[in-house]
């Protein structure tokens, strides 16, 4: 008799294997362009090929690793370009969402976006002790607010790609992780929780239209001011 289970574990260590390796490209653990090639791949994550082969594929995907059959597979490349083409595009994609969260959203949606920032908030004043667990809960209350804001879209299609463009805008962020004050963070968030449970869209999308493009500029700056990677 087949055992059904066999592929749910399969996939699991595919999930698991993707979600530690997307993690490590976030943080900036690999270099732009850098070679992921299996052996050593397995070697640092402790998985088969299968899973890390998965877990690659849809990281291509999702646009942080390139896929070709000469060079294999690769960390995506950085690029200024890259990086405002795909704040603009946010700010299309998630601006329409949070007109339509807006227009339909109930006292459940409106709830989870208070629940939301005060969770982020409580994070930001208070960070946990030790610096990683810290940037790992700002990151996970960060992404979790801007996911309530527009969660009631009803557009899968508009959250799948809110949250590819989440996660390709997070490779050139998470590294120069922003410092402003906390309060200044709160306050800019804030913001954007009144303007939409207000159910004014026009100001809630040029709230975050404001939103992504300061960071745009600190990202930039930020880049600009990194020293030039050792030759050869």
């Known amino acids: ?17 993707y979600s530690r390796l997307r993690a490590d490209i976030l943080d900036g653990d690999y270099a732009p362009g850098q070679p992921l090639r299996l052996e050593p791949l397995r ?12 877990a690659l594929t849809r990281l291509a995907a999702d646009r942080l690793v390139s896929q070709s059959s000469l060079r294999g597979f690769r960390v995506a490349e950085l690029s200024l370009d890259e990086m405002w083409d795909i704040l603009r595009t946010r ?12 227009a339909s959203g109930d006292n459940a949606w409106e709830a989870r976006v208070d629940a939301a920032l005060a969770a982020f908030a409580r994070c ?12 790992v809960a700002y990151e996970q209350c960060h992404a979790a607010f801007h ?19 989440y996660l390709q805008t997070e490779r050139y962020r998470r590294p120069h992780l922003m410092s402003d004050a906390a309060d200044s963070v709160i306050a800019e968030h ?29 990202i930039e700056a930020a880049l600009a001011a990194a020293p030039e990677p050792a030759g050869p």
């Open 91 to 102: 700010i299309l994609i998630e601006g329409e969402a949070l007109r339509l969260a807006i």
């Open 190 to 218: 804030r913001a954007l929780r009144d303007a939409a449970l207000a159910r004014a869209p026009e100001t809630a999308t040029e709230l975050l239209r404001r939103h992504y493009t300061r960071t745009g500029h600190f």
């Open 147 to 165: 996911t309530a804001l527009i969660d009631a879209c009803g557009s899968p299609s508009l959250l799948r790609l809110a949250r590819q463009l």
């Open 43 to 54: 070697s640092r994550y402790g998985y088969s090929f299968s899973p890390l082969r998965e």
């Open 1 to 17: 008799m087949t055992d059904i289970r066999k592929p749910q574990a399969a996939e699991s260590l595919a999930d698991r294997a």
């Open 124 to 135: 930001v004043e208070a960070p946990a002790p030790a610096i990683d667990d810290a940037s």
